[in-house]
């Protein structure tokens, strides 16, 4: 069996990724390809937690997944619009990062500052952080 089909990835290793790229003054490679990776790791580590709780919350959400013909993106902010003040303060935060980070990936004339990314960090690890302390 492969090592794909038997192991757990933690989410969480793409924001240690963002915060060492952002990090890390000597690298060689473009800077806006630097910063547009953060950004997207960012957003990537905050959606993954956010789907796995909604998918601990809801067992059924999982199946709903793969069977709903909105984005599974659409779909996990769902289960965060308008769910109470702490969901919804986690909606606003990755719906946030979410358009940086499709700005990040898909515009190519859109200059990524080092702040937006550093921001996009803290937001990232902000989702993470109220969504570890959910009841």
């Given at each position: 069996?492969?090592?794909?089909?038997?192991?757990?990835?933690?989410?969480?290793?793409?924001?240690?990724?963002?915060?060492?790229?952002?990090?890390?003054?000597?690298?060689?490679?473009?800077?806006?390809?630097?910063?547009?990776?953060?950004?997207?790791?960012?957003?990537?580590?905050?959606?993954?937690?956010?789907?796995?709780?909604?998918?601990?919350?809801?067992?059924?959400?999982?199946?709903?997944?793969?069977?709903?013909?909105?984005?599974?993106?659409?779909?996990?902010?769902?289960?965060?619009?308008?769910?109470?003040?702490?969901?919804?303060?986690?909606?606003?935060?990755?719906?946030?990062?979410?358009?940086?980070?499709?700005?990040?990936?898909?515009?190519?004339n859109?200059?990524?500052?080092?702040?937006?990314?550093?921001?996009?960090?803290?937001?990232?690890?902000?989702?993470?952080?109220r969504?570890?302390?959910?009841?």
């Amino acid at each position: 069996m492969s090592s794909l089909a038997t192991s757990s990835f933690d989410w969480q290793h793409y924001l240690e990724l963002a915060n060492e790229l952002n990090g890390s003054a000597s690298l060689t490679c473009d800077n806006q390809a630097v910063l547009r990776t953060c950004v997207s790791r960012a957003y990537y580590a905050a959606f993954h937690v956010a789907r796995s709780f909604a998918i601990q919350c809801r067992p059924r959400f999982e199946f709903e997944l793969k069977n709903n013909k909105k984005s599974v993106h659409d779909s996990v902010l769902g289960e965060f619009f308008n769910k109470g003040d702490s969901k919804h303060e986690i909606y606003v935060l990755l719906n946030r990062l979410r358009q940086e980070r499709n700005a990040a990936d898909y515009v190519p004339n859109v200059n990524i500052g080092k702040e937006v990314a550093e921001n996009d960090i803290l937001d990232a690890e902000a989702v993470v952080d109220r969504i570890s302390n959910m009841p």
